[in-house]
């Protein structure tokens, strides 16, 4: 069951960093108006929204923010856009793989910017399906592992998060130092954070992403930099919401680079 991804552990750390940059709000925004837009304005019978106003109070991006953006995406609200998503897929040094997630109101903006920011950091695009096949659609919560119960310090520990959502559908757990990364089929994530709920566990995100079924290692610190650099890069454009990729970078390398 358990396992180590180097991935998720950067991509914790990276959104801890973001976060303190503010970089996060726009996007957590975005994914509360488009929630809203595709299952109502309720969170109580819509799961996705539930899930993204968490997340967005996790970072705390104020409560009228989130009120406004739930209020554009439901149509209660005027001033609300129409976004689509747009997956594009690229390839960076070494081969790695990325998955680029975009959730725009102008189609030709968004593949001009990746494509620019792709080329510029090192990397080439790839053609539909070349890169998708290489990732599986899976439910994804992040728990954090000091909580408290009963007003008291509480560290979580994987045999509590096992016995908690085994049975919910949890089937891989990975320890990202300050936290756990449990994962899910897709259709259970709600299932999983349902149970997590109710065994007393607060969770800090849950929803669905892509997970690489076939990691590259990159041992080389220049090399894990470059990929860092394009991953950066093309997350950092406004229209992007995610990036996946399939890099299996070492620990010692991650310290190296962070030093």
């Given at each position: 069951?358990?396992?180590h991804?180097k991935?998720a552990?950067?991509?914790?750390?990276?959104a801890?960093?973001?976060?303190k940059?503010?970089?996060?709000?726009?996007?957590?925004?975005?994914?509360?108006?488009?929630?809203?837009?595709?299952?109502?304005?309720?969170?109580?019978?819509?799961?996705?929204?539930?899930?993204?106003i968490q997340?967005?109070?996790?970072?705390?991006?104020?409560?009228?923010?989130?009120?406004s953006?739930?209020?554009?995406?439901?149509?209660?609200?005027?001033?609300?856009?129409d976004y689509?998503?747009?997956?594009?897929e690229?390839?960076?040094?070494?081969?790695?793989?990325?998955?680029?997630?975009?959730?725009?109101?102008?189609r030709?903006?968004?593949?001009m910017?990746?494509?620019?920011?792709?080329?510029?950091?090192?990397?080439?695009?790839?053609?539909?399906?070349?890169?998708?096949?290489?990732?599986?659609r899976?439910?994804?919560v992040?728990?954090e592992?000091?909580?408290?119960?009963?007003?008291?310090?509480?560290?979580i520990?994987?045999?509590d998060?096992l016995?908690?959502?085994?049975?919910?559908g949890?089937?891989?757990?990975?320890?990202?130092?300050?936290?756990?990364e449990?994962?899910?089929?897709?259709?259970?994530?709600?299932?999983?954070?349902?149970?997590?709920?109710?065994?007393?566990?607060?969770?800090?995100?849950?929803?669905?992403?892509?997970?690489?079924?076939?990691?590259?290692?990159?041992?080389?610190t220049?090399v894990?930099?470059?990929?860092?650099?394009l991953?950066d890069?093309?997350?950092?454009?406004?229209?992007v919401?995610n990036v996946?990729t399939?890099?299996?970078?070492?620990?010692?390398?991650?310290?190296?680079?962070?030093?």
């Open positions: 069951m358990s396992g991804s991935w552990t950067t991509k914790h750390k990276k801890a960093i973001d976060a940059r503010g970089k996060l709000f726009a996007k957590l925004i975005k994914n509360i108006e488009i929630a809203a837009k595709m299952g109502g304005p309720d969170p109580a019978g819509n799961p996705t929204l539930y899930d993204a997340k967005a109070k996790k970072q705390s991006v104020p409560n009228k923010n989130i009120d953006a739930v209020k554009r995406g439901g149509g209660l609200e005027s001033g609300g856009v689509e998503t747009i997956m594009y690229a390839y960076g040094p070494q081969g790695v793989a990325l998955l680029v997630e975009c959730l725009t109101d102008n030709n903006r968004a593949a910017e990746v494509r620019t920011a792709v080329t510029r950091n090192g990397g080439t695009m790839a053609d539909p399906g070349s890169v998708s096949r290489l990732f599986t899976k439910g994804v992040v728990v592992k000091n909580q408290e119960r009963g007003g008291k310090p509480w560290e520990g994987e045999d998060i016995e908690a959502t085994l049975d919910a949890a089937e891989e757990v990975s320890d990202l130092g300050d936290g756990f449990i994962q899910s089929e897709a259709a259970d994530v709600v299932a999983v954070r349902t149970a997590l709920q109710a065994a007393g566990i607060d969770y800090d995100s849950a929803e669905v992403q892509f997970v690489a079924t076939l990691d590259i290692p990159v041992a080389e220049d894990a930099g470059k990929v860092f650099r991953v890069a093309v997350d950092d454009l406004d229209d919401q996946f399939n890099a299996d970078i070492p620990d010692e390398v991650l310290d190296a680079i962070e030093a």
